[in-house]
């Protein structure tokens, strides 16, 4: 069965860190694009970050500067180190896996999701 998992939110202060990290089973995700999308309540899914087809990183808007995307090899775990947080990240956080040449900011780009982790900033 080929699971993603996310691990590491949970409630944080305002201007606070979190490290999410995200790991694969069942499958090999090394030729896939990895990302995190985030989702809060009543609100749309939302791309958060990933890496492009070549390997880049690529933010959101709202996140660039204070998200960091990584991965130490294409078979390690995911993660995404949350720095000076604010009230309006508080959501969802999913890791997704898509083909590298998909569009990248749209959810129905991605083929396998993990079930999600809560990530609460308190203001």
């Known amino acids: 069965q080929v699971q993603l998992v996310e691990s590491g939110g949970g409630l944080v202060q305002a201007g606070g860190s979190l490290r999410l990290s995200c790991a694969a089973s069942?499958?090999?995700?090394?030729?896939?694009?990895m990302g995190w999308f985030r989702q809060a309540p009543g609100k749309e899914r939302e791309f958060v970050a990933t890496f492009s087809w070549n390997g880049g990183r690529i933010y959101s808007d709202s996140v660039k500067g204070r998200f960091t995307i990584s991965r130490d090899n294409a078979n390690d775990p995911v993660h995404l180190q949350m720095n000076s947080l604010k009230p309006e990240d508080t959501a969802v956080y999913y890791c997704?896996?898509?083909?590298?040449?998909?569009?990248?900011?749209?959810?129905?780009?991605?083929?396998?999701w993990g079930q999600g982790t809560q990530v609460t900033v308190s203001s």
């Open positions: 997704a896996a898509r083909k590298p040449l998909e569009i990248f900011s749209d959810y129905r780009s991605y083929d396998y």
């Open positions: 069942g499958r090999t995700f090394s030729n896939y694009a």
